[in-house]
């Protein structure tokens, strides 16, 4: 039995709609990888970082002894080889943080570098960059008699 019927040609497609397709979702994809990016971008350059209040007026002398005789009780653990010079200097920077948020009611214990540097404070930016290297690097070195004088320096050169 012989069939006389002949195949019909595959039903081809036109490539232009499937390379527009493509296109369009291609782009869809960019502009809202684009917008994430950028509105990730908008949220870490909105922080709110708190201004220096004025109103709230604290009794800074007794703040500032509070925290001087912090240091003293920290550079004392030290010389005594109570704690490594890591610890020494993580504990500065807390005290330093802390007496920076007591006074101004900024939480800069919760700030990273970048967001103290953005407060406008430069001895309290120094200070704690100073403090990085020591604090994270894999071998601490670092000036603890230096660094502590400096803590104490704008602790009580503090208005």
Sequence with gaps: MQISIDLQEPYTY???PLIIVISLVLLE???FIYLRNKNKKINIEENNVKEIPDKNIKNIPVIKNKY???LDFIENKYTNNKIE???AYQMISEAIRLF???ITDITTQNYSLTEIKRLNI???YELIAEYYEPEFASKSIGDFNGS??????????WN
Excluded at 148 to 157: G, L, M, Q, S, T
């Design 85 to 87: 010079l890591r610890k």
């Design 68 to 70: 001087l005789n912090q």
């Design 14 to 16: 036109s490539i232009i």
């Design 29 to 31: 994809s960019y502009y």
């Design 148 to 157: 502590i004088n400096k803590a104490r320096r704008v602790i009580n050169e």
């Design 122 to 124: 430069p001895n309290i």
């Design 100 to 102: 920076v948020f007591e």
